[in-house]
C-alpha cells in the first residue's frame, strides 16, 4: 500500500515536502517494510476473473501489488516516486520467481510532472495516492486518459471520515477525496461506473488497537 503522503514525522503538515523522493526514501529506508506485503483487497477483488493483460500501477510502494498482478498473468508497470521503494520492490519480485519478475517494469516517477500515454493499459490502478486537490483532480484525468477501450479503472483512497480515526492520518482533509469526488471526473458517456462508494474495513491502528476504516473506492470500465 503506497501513500503519496507521510503518516507520521514532523514533516506530515508541510505539504511542500511530503510529496518529495527525498520524503518517501527517508521514509522507506526507515525501516525494512513498510506495508504488509499483501496486495490491496480492492485491488483483488475487482481484478480477479478479468482477462490479464497490460496494467499500471500507480504509487507501487514496496510493490505488493505489481507482483500479485504479474504473478496472475498481467504485464505490469509499476511506478513510484522512491527509488528505495522501488529498488526493495524489484528484489521481493525476484524472490517471487523469474516468471514473475519478468512481467514487471519498474519506474521511478514523480507524479507531479507525469505524462501518461493515452488509452495504453487493460487496467490502470491507484491505491491510496494524496495530493493537494488540484494535483489529485489532475492526476484522475491522466489516470483515466490511459485506460483503454473495456479496461478497468481502480481509484483508492483513505475516506475522509478517517479523520475521526486512531490511525493517524495527518489532520490534512484537503489531501482526502470521497469515491463520488473521482467519478465526477469521468465522462459518463465514455465510462461505466461500476461502483463509486465508501467501504469499511478492519485493521489496526499504530498501537495495535483494532479499528474500523473506510476506503474510497471508484471501479469503472471504459465503454
Same mark, same amino acid.
Given at each position: ?22 520524503? =518517501? ?9 513498510? =506495508? ?69 517494469? =519498474? ?83 465514455? =465510462? ?32
Amino acid at each position: 500500500m503506497t501513500h503519496q503522503h507521510g503518516h507520521h514525522g514532523q514533516h506530515a503538515h508541510d505539504e511542500q515536502i511530503v510529496y518529495t523522493q527525498e520524503f =518517501w526514501d527517508e521514509r522507506y529506508r526507515s525501516a525494512d517494510r513498510i =506495508w504488509s506485503g499483501n496486495p490491496n483487497p480492492h485491488l483483488v477483488t475487482t481484478v480477479t476473473g478479468l482477462t490479464p493483460g497490460t496494467a499500471l500501477d500507480v504509487g507501487c510502494g514496496e510493490g505488493a501489488d505489481a507482483i500479485w498482478l504479474a504473478a496472475a498473468g498481467w504485464q505490469v508497470t509499476a511506478f513510484d516516486v522512491s527509488a528505495v521503494a522501488l529498488e526493495r520492490a524489484a528484489r521481493q519480485a525476484v524472490e517471487a520467481g523469474t516468471e514473475t519478475a519478468d512481467r514487471i517494469t =519498474w519506474q521511478r516517477t514523480d507524479l507531479l510532472t507525469w505524462e501518461p500515454g493515452e488509452e495504453q493499459y487493460d487496467l490502470v490502478s491507484a491505491q491510496f495516492i494524496h495530493l493537494p486537490q488540484a494535483e489529485l483532480a489532475k492526476l484522475h484525468r491522466q489516470l483515466a486518459a490511459a485506460v483503454r477501450p473495456g479496461g478497468t479503472l481502480l481509484i483508492v483512497g483513505h475516506h475522509p471520515s478517517d479523520l475521526e480515526t486512531s490511525m493517524g492520518r495527518p489532520r490534512l482533509p484537503e489531501l482526502m477525496f470521497t469515491a463520488e469526488d473521482a467519478a465526477v471526473r469521468l465522462d459518463q458517456d465514455e =465510462w461505466k461506473v461500476v461502483a463509486a462508494d465508501s467501504r469499511s474495513r478492519e485493521t489496526v491502528d499504530p498501537d495495535g488497537q483494532p479499528v474500523t476504516i473506510s476506503d474510497a473506492v471508484l471501479h469503472a470500465v471504459r465503454r
